[in-house]
């Protein structure tokens, strides 16, 4: 039976569409590069920022640096706000919480940024540890995975308790890597169609009820 649960944060418990593709069409004028098309730039929502940059963003590695910066310019004070918590899901963590299980957030987003959105959505009572990507770093999903892992103190005995819950293929593989199971979620529509099943989720869901009833009876 699953009693750890990690969480995926951008598509999973919050819908932060609006926030991150004002904020990459703000980073590409300041960079004086054509903006991308909407479906491009919401590829950019899971991967870490320096690698969706470069593809689907078309920059070079220094370009996409420049890019997280501005960014983050406009990303910190304001986008990371223009953000809805995803339906049922701040109560279903709750409910979790009460019940025992032990929960915890895994992102590749920047953690103080983690910090805050959780904050501001009523995420953190729920949560044992919020785990995210350093302000300066190259950290895989599997980095951030093995990190929550951790601090959490998980041994290599309790991986068959702990179950990932992310809306991407990032998610599942990095997941996969630390050998541990990931539940897909199709929230909001970020992957493409089958794209969480043949990445290897043990299951996809679409609602926070059919999440909880997953997370229940396995």
Same mark, same amino acid.
């Given at each position: 039976? @699953?009693?750890? &649960? ?19 069409? @703000?980073?590409?004028?300041?960079? %004086?590069?054509?903006? #991308?098309?909407?479906?491009?730039? &919401?590829?950019? &929502?899971?991967? #870490? ?12 590695? =220094? =370009? ?26 701040? =109560? ?7 019940? %025992? ?21 009523? @995420?953190? #009572? ?15 999903? !599997?980095?951030? &995975? ?20 992310? /809306?991407?293929?990032? /998610?599942?593989? %990095? !997941? ?16 493409? #169609? ?17 999440? =909880? ?6």
């Amino acid at each position: 039976m @699953y009693h750890y &649960i990690f969480f995926d944060l951008d598509g999973t418990l919050t819908d932060s569409k609006e926030g991150i593709l004002n904020c990459l069409r @703000y980073a590409f004028e300041k960079l %004086g590069k054509p903006v #991308p098309p909407e479906a491009a730039l &919401i590829k950019f &929502i899971g991967p #870490p920022l320096q690698d969706s940059f470069v593809d689907p963003g078309g920059c070079t590695r =220094e =370009e996409a640096l420049a890019g997280i910066e501005a960014f983050r310019e406009r990303y910190e004070p304001v986008g990371k706000f223009e953000n809805v918590p995803a339906p049922g899901l701040p =109560e279903l963590c709750a409910r979790l919480k009460k019940d %025992g299980y032990v929960m915890a957030l895994a992102s590749s987003k920047p953690e103080n940024l983690c910090v805050d959105i959780c904050r501001r959505f009523g @995420y953190t #009572p729920s949560f044992s540890a919020v785990t995210g990507s350093p302000l300066h770093g190259d950290h895989s999903k !599997a980095d951030i &995975i093995r990190e929550t892992i951790r601090r959490l103190g998980l041994t290599d005995a309790e991986k068959p308790q702990i179950l990932m819950v992310g /809306d991407r293929k990032y /998610d599942v593989a %990095g !997941a996969k890597e630390c050998g541990i199971d990931c539940v897909g979620v199709e929230f909001f529509g970020y992957a493409a #169609p089958g794209e969480l099943a043949e990445a290897g989720a043990v299951a996809v869901v679409c609602s926070a009820a059919e999440l =909880e009833e997953f997370i229940r009876t396995h």
